[in-house]
T-cell receptor, first 113, second 118 residues
Framework: AQTVTQSQPEMSVQEAETVTLSCTYD???????LFWYKQPPSRQMILVIR????KQQNATENRFSVNFQKAAKSFSLKISDSQLGDTAMYFC??????????WGAGTKLIIKP | GAVVSQHPSWVICKSGTSVKIECRSL??????MFWYRQFPKQSLMLMAT?????????EQGVEKDKFLINHASLTLSTLTVTSAHPEDSSFYIC??????????????FGPGTRLTVL
């Protein structure tokens, strides 16, 4: 079975700083997708970034980028120039062969002014 | 595109009554919908997966007679909490996925429904 581990329950950084959230996963699938979702206080789940495992190039979306280390089964999220609106819970997830998402426990990120 | 709505956004009911939550994909056809439960400060817990026109597949430990799921069309799935009790109080989230070229690449989430059972 797939597992996703987020080892940082909470992180706090100053506005405009760069922060990296860690995620490791375990899977026996040959091809899979990895995701980072953001859940702000409104509790609406928002897709931040997606990575296809067969693509070696790290995905980027504006200030958000990932460091995908397939051999190490690591999928960290880097947020550059952090903004107050980035304050949220961040969940790492892996999609299994049944299209189900396996979720990490989440990291609470606080951006301080 | 890829908007998912949920109704109601919050509901309060008396113990013993049933509550229905609707999940709709507004601008795409969802071959598969998922129902999650989320407790405060915790991750999402998958309750069941429903495919249009077939019975839902429930995760281990989820009572299928208590949490009735119907996926009657490609744009609508419903979750009915039957004979609700205070321990059923929670935040329920649905998501929908569309399959392209035989591969589902993303789930699109509804805004969630907060259920409080008195």
């Amino acid at each position: 079975a797939q597992t996703v581990t987020q080892s940082q329950p909470e992180m706090s950084v100053q506005e405009a700083e760069t922060v990296t959230l860690s995620c490791t996963y375990d899977t026996s699938e040959s091809n899979y997708y990895l995701f980072w979702y953001k859940q702000p206080p409104s509790r609406q789940m928002i897709l931040v970034i997606r990575q296809e495992a067969y693509k070696q190039q790290n995905a980027t979306e504006n200030r958000f980028s990932v460091n995908f280390q397939k051999a190490a089964k690591s999928f960290s999220l880097k947020i550059s120039d952090s903004q107050l609106g980035d304050t949220a819970m961040y969940f790492c997830a892996a999609m299994d062969s049944n299209y189900q998402l396996i979720w990490g426990a989440g990291t609470k990120l606080i951006i301080k002014p | 595109g890829a908007v998912v709505s949920q109704h109601p956004s919050w509901v309060i009911c008396k113990s013993g009554t049933s509550v229905k939550i609707e999940c709709r994909s507004l601008d795409f056809q969802a071959t598969t919908m998922f129902w999650y439960r989320q407790f405060p400060k915790q991750s999402l817990m998958l309750m069941a997966t429903s495919n249009e026109g077939s019975k839902a597949t429930y995760e281990q430990g989820v009572e299928k007679d208590k949490f009735l799921i119907n996926h009657a069309s490609l744009t609508l799935s419903t979750l009915t909490v039957t004979s609700a009790h205070p321990e059923d109080s929670s935040f329920y989230i649905c998501s929908a996925s569309k399959v392209r070229a035989g591969v589902s690449q993303e789930q699109f989430f509804g805004p969630g429904t907060r259920l409080t059972v008195l």
